[in-house]
Nanobody, 124 residues
Framework: QVQLVESGGGLVQAGGSLRLSCAASGETSCISAMGWLRQTPGKEREFIATVPGSGRAYYADSVKGRFTASRDNAKNTVTLEMTNLKPEGTAVYYC??????????????????WGKGTQVTVSS
């Protein structure tokens, strides 16, 4: 099993910055990509960013240029640096990871592991 724990959420003014962190534990060798999703009540969950084990991160158009996802494989962490935050960014942000599906690792179906989420509120 893989456990993900997010931290860093809170209240921030529009135009401000916030840094979210996610720490993975457990069977971390089963983790392939790690990333972030967010959800606002009444809306579908929105993809924010994903970071593969190697290579560059991929971002949703809505946050590209403002958000930066970084991964430290040695520490099994992924961060989300958010700048120029907008009220539309108010949501619960979830850290997720995919299983490699190799060996004893569960077969991946996408976003196999989830954190409990952290609330980000952007005031206007």
């Amino acid at each position: 099993q893989v456990q993900l724990v997010e931290s860093g959420g809170g209240l921030v003014q529009a135009g401000g910055s916030l840094r979210l962190s996610c720490a993975a534990s457990g069977e971390t060798s089963c983790i392939s990509a790690m990333g972030w999703l967010r959800q606002t009540p009444g809306k579908e969950r929105e993809f924010i960013a994903t970071v593969p084990g190697s290579g560059r991160a991929y971002y949703a158009d809505s946050v590209k240029g403002r958000f930066t996802a970084s991964r430290d494989n040695a520490k099994n962490t992924v961060t989300l640096e958010m700048t120029n935050l907008k009220p539309e960014g108010t949501a619960v942000y979830y850290c997720t990871s995919d299983s490699t599906g190799w060996g004893t690792c569960p077969e991946t179906s996408g976003h196999d592991y989830w954190g409990k989420g952290t609330q980000v509120t952007v005031s206007s």
